[in-house]
């Protein structure tokens, strides 16, 4: 599947969507965040996780993913706060300099 058939990338304005997933620290949470990118043909740009709090118990993952126009990004958002566990998900778009 191409990245035009699975996602409505605006051309005029190339941009990365950054989402913040907030989460309990628990092994379900990322596959299921990795998943929703990979059953669309996606590989984020960007990936990191870590997990923090004194009792290791909060999980952050930090995504940056090029080319998402703005209704896919909210989409991705609204499915990942649907994760079991899932507490905050946000998202920024930062467009190229044009």
């Known amino acids: 599947m191409s990245l035009f058939a699975a996602t409505d ?7 990365t969507a950054c989402f913040s ?3 309990r620290a628990e092994p379900g ?3 299921r965040v990795l998943e929703l990118f990979a059953k ?3 590989v984020p ?5 870590s ?3 004194v009792d290791r118990s909060q999980l ?3 995504i940056q993913m090029s080319g998402l126009g703005r209704e896919t990004v909210n989409y991705l958002a609204a499915c990942m706060r649907q994760i079991v566990f899932v507490e905050v998900v946000l998202t920024l778009q930062r467009h190229a300099p044009g």
Request: charged share 20%.
């Open 60 to 62: 952050t993952i930090e």
């Open 21 to 23: 997933v907030h989460a």
């Open 45 to 49: 740009s960007c990936w990191h996780s």
């Open 51 to 53: 997990i923090s709090a």
């Open 40 to 42: 669309r043909g996606l």
């Open 9 to 15: 990338a605006d051309d005029d304005l190339p941009a």
């Open 29 to 31: 949470v990322m596959p």
